[in-house]
């Protein structure tokens, strides 16, 4: 027998192990707009709180009997098998204790320092959490299970942190108190971006999915829509938004029936508009795709039973086709959270415009307050689509089947 270690999880606890010694956990500053005093993680951490780390190496070591890899089953597979299972437990501790001793500090600071001083999470702090959250994953990813139970592992990791956030643990760092000084706001921003995404990718959906089946009927349709589109998703966001304020504002003054309807050169509507450009090529590609990989003999069936080209569209095709278009729905809705933060730049609002706050005022906790709903708003909106996914496919026909399907199938179209 002899001992392995598997690679990726050996790196990471290495870099984990150099950014704990290397980067500061925390910073203490007299206001919220300077730096402050970097504050590592030896400091605040125990003497005995390094052999918390010795659980992490021994479970990075695998016994085997044979020369293969680490993924390849040895002979206590179940004993393997409960090693992958455990890291992502640890790490799930490991993180909430992290926070704590975060938290903690936090406290101390500000019951024996000024009310104006902050205590904002360090380079560190969120180096261990991305480090931490990559080994979860793969880990995770090892398991013999579906994607809806390995989703259901990786939102257990951040279960115990989310419990002391709702405990209150916290309360005393700077990103916190941001939280509390613009709740209000806060909330209201995160409604306007779920306002903005869903009035996108509905208009999406309805005009990306007839352009699909108008290209499966006229093939030509292909040789100037997908060019088109590609050039769309090249223009900056940012030059598109500004593209479109001009002409929307024309037309709000030509006509006052669209500037009754909220039609301006700012606000909602250039933000939509550049939204939907963006969205229509994974949606039309994809749909494209899982329209053509729908058997013949389906679709003769049904025209044989007297059905309409719309009844075959809807309640043939399409369904036939949701394997292949979920990939490119989930691409296009992940894609459209993450765009509509720098909506805000052209009055539309939502989380944006927390986070350009932060950054006018040099303020970075505040950046980080709007920026942090947006990466778990597309990281839900990428587990919610995977569950579907999965929900959705046919017996052996994988998620890695469905997200290449789309670019094999229309590749030649594209060029």
């Known amino acids: 027998m002899r001992l392995q270690v598997h690679p990726v999880l050996a790196v990471c606890a290495l870099l984990g192990l150099g950014a704990a010694w290397l980067l500061p956990l925390l910073r203490v500053a007299p206001n919220r707009l300077m730096s402050g005093e970097p504050v590592y993680l030896a ?7 390094w052999s918390l780390v010795l659980p992490v190496f021994v479970l990075l070591i695998q016994p085997s009997s044979t020369g293969g890899t680490f993924n390849k089953q040895p002979p206590n597979a179940i004993s393997s098998q409960l090693r992958v299972a455990a890291l992502p437990l640890l790490m799930a501790l490991g993180l909430a204790s992290l926070f704590w001793l975060a938290a903690t500090h936090a406290q101390q ?3 024996t320092q000024s009310s104006l001083t902050r205590t904002s999470l360090g380079a560190g702090f969120w180096c261990l959490v991305a480090l931490a959250w990559l080994m979860s994953l793969d ?3 090892r398991l013999s299970a579906s994607s809806t139970a390995r989703s259901g592992v990786l939102a257990l990791v951040a279960a115990p942190t989310l419990l002391l956030l709702a405990l209150g643990v916290g309360k005393d760092l700077s990103l916190l108190k941001e939280y509390v000084n613009r709740e209000e706001v806060f909330w209201l921003a995160l409604l306007r971006h779920l306002q903005i995404v869903a009035t996108a990718i509905v208009p999406s959906i309805l005009l990306g999915l007839p352009l699909a089946w108008a290209c499966t009927r006229r093939a030509g349709l292909c040789q100037w829509l997908f060019p088109l589109l590609n050039i769309v998703q090249t223009v900056p966001s940012i030059a598109l938004f500004g593209l479109l304020m001009a002409p929307l504002a024309w037309l709000a003054l030509q006509f006052p029936g669209l500037a009754k309807a909220g039609v301006s050169g700012v606000g909602l509507a250039p933000a939509v508009l550049a939204l939907v450009l963006y969205s229509l090529l994974p949606i039309v590609r994809s749909g494209l795709a899982g329209l053509e990989q729908v058997p013949v003999a389906a679709k003769t069936a049904a025209l044989a039973m007297g059905m309409s080209e719309r009844q075959i569209f809807w309640q043939v095709q399409l369904p036939l086709a949701l ?3 979920l990939p490119g729905l989930r691409a296009a809705v992940v894609q459209t959270i993450g765009l ?13 415009s927390l986070m350009f706050d932060g950054l006018f005022s040099a303020a970075n906790d505040l950046v980080l307050l709007g920026v942090l709903p947006i990466v778990l708003l597309a990281m839900l909106a990428d587990a ?5 996914i999965a929900w959705v496919q046919p017996i052996g026909f994988s998620e890695a089947d469905a997200s290449a399907t789309p670019l094999a199938q229309v590749s030649g179209r594209i060029r």
């Open 340 to 352: 509509t933060a720098v909506t805000a730049l052209v009055g539309a609002g939502g989380l944006g």
């Open 43 to 49: 400091s605040v951490l125990p003497g005995w709180g």
């Open 384 to 388: 919610l689509f995977k569950a579907m």
């Open 323 to 325: 394997p292949v278009l």
């Open 109 to 111: 600071v500000a019951q």
């Open 139 to 141: 880990a995770v990813q």
